[in-house]
């Protein structure tokens, strides 16, 4: 790191032992190496190209920034237009005029004592932001009539039937994105259908090429390193969203604790299914750090990866996708990750 980008971590983060200071701030963390296999490897991982440079220097913890919501938009597509919000008549566009500014002030994050927690730059609790994080997803949509899908986290739920028109926008945004409310759990009066996403993980990778062509050449590998990893360790992986068949929670007649118990129960059965969801999303800042890497949980945790290869694959799985531990040495930030008295990302 050079002198001047150490100086800034110093003045960030207090320290440069991020190790540290994510335990400080009760963020369960893993002491394993991120790369498992030999350098150069001989276990046949996917090589990014000789001209594929990452940036190794800068300070990559904090390098998120925080957000109430983040939006996943049905697009069937693995590139898009540089801003997406640009996009004539896109989802995208319409959701991006029908944002709200909401002003939320931060609560102080606690230990099971009580007593204040250290910051650490990109650790957030969502709740703490009042903004929204608009992403386009490869995954198609499972409307009917050209109407669109997105997926909502922290939330961890998928929401269907948007029409990619400023009302439509509107009406989302009203019922499902503004920071006030609290959880979305599909309202009766609605015309949009909502489900809890039946995954134990949402894996994502930025393969935004318009914005960065090393993005384009990271995803794919991942994907590939990722299936190839979850699959030897017994995991179901899809690529667009199946398993949506169950009733949707717009047609359960029953009151706001009924459904938030309901809610809770099919999330938590998720949990521990062993399926993951991995798609391609749009520029989510951060390219220099390719390749760029998000993991949804469906307790509401996200973390945020960076400078992954296909040769730290295997320690993302076994360490943080089924021992529920953070990786300091890939931790860009994340959502959620400060857990008091808890031992992993997956407690409750």
């Keep these: 790191m050079s002198a001047l980008w150490k100086l800034k971590a110093w003045a960030f983060n207090g320290s440069d032992n991020i190790p540290e200071q994510l335990t400080n701030a009760a963020v369960p963390i893993s002491d394993a190496d991120c790369r498992t296999c030999s350098n150069p490897c001989e276990d046949g991982h996917p090589e990014f190209p000789p001209r594929f440079k990452v940036d190794r220097e800068r300070q990559l913890l ?7 919501r983040q939006v996943l938009i049905s697009t069937g597509k693995t590139d898009w237009d540089r801003e997406i919000t640009n996009t004539s008549g896109s989802l995208a566009a319409h ?3 029908a944002h709200q500014k909401v002003t939320v002030k931060p609560s102080p994050h606690l230990d099971t004592d009580g007593q204040p927690l250290p910051n650490v730059p990109g650790i957030f609790n969502a709740a703490d932001s009042g903004e929204i994080s608009l992403l386009n997803g490869s995954y198609r949509t499972i409307a009917d009539d050209n109407l669109e899908t997105v997926l909502v986290f922290p939330d961890f739920v998928v929401v269907s039937g948007i029409p990619s028109t400023l009302d439509g926008a509107q009406k989302l945004w009203k019922s499902a994105l503004d920071p006030r409310v609290p959880r979305i759990l599909g309202s009766q009066e609605s015309t949009f259908k909502t489900w809890v996403l039946p995954y134990s993980c949402v894996i994502t990778f930025c393969s935004h090429k318009r914005r960065d ?8 590998k991942l994907e590939q390193a990722f299936t190839t990893s979850l699959h030897h360790r017994g995991w179901t992986v899809d690529t667009q969203l199946e398993h949506i068949d169950d009733p949707s929670l717009e047609e ?4 706001v604790a009924e459904k938030e118990a309901r809610v809770t129960e099919t999330l938590k059965t998720a949990q521990t299914a062993k399926k993951a969801l991995i798609l391609y999303n749009s520029h989510m800042g951060g390219h220099r750090f390719s390749g760029n ?3 949804y949980l469906p307790n509401g945790a996200s973390v945020w990866y960076g400078r992954v290869s296909p040769h730290e694959v295997d320690a993302v799985v076994v360490n943080t996708l089924e021992s529920g531990l953070i990786l300091p040495e890939l931790l860009r930030g994340g959502v959620n990750l400060s857990k008091p008295g808890c031992k992993t990302i997956h407690d409750w």
């Design 62 to 68: 904090g390098s998120v920034r925080p957000f109430r």
């Design 95 to 97: 959701l991006d005029r």
């Design 213 to 220: 062509n090393r993005c384009a050449i990271a995803a794919p």
């Design 252 to 255: 359960f007649a029953v009151s």
């Design 293 to 295: 890497c998000i993991i």
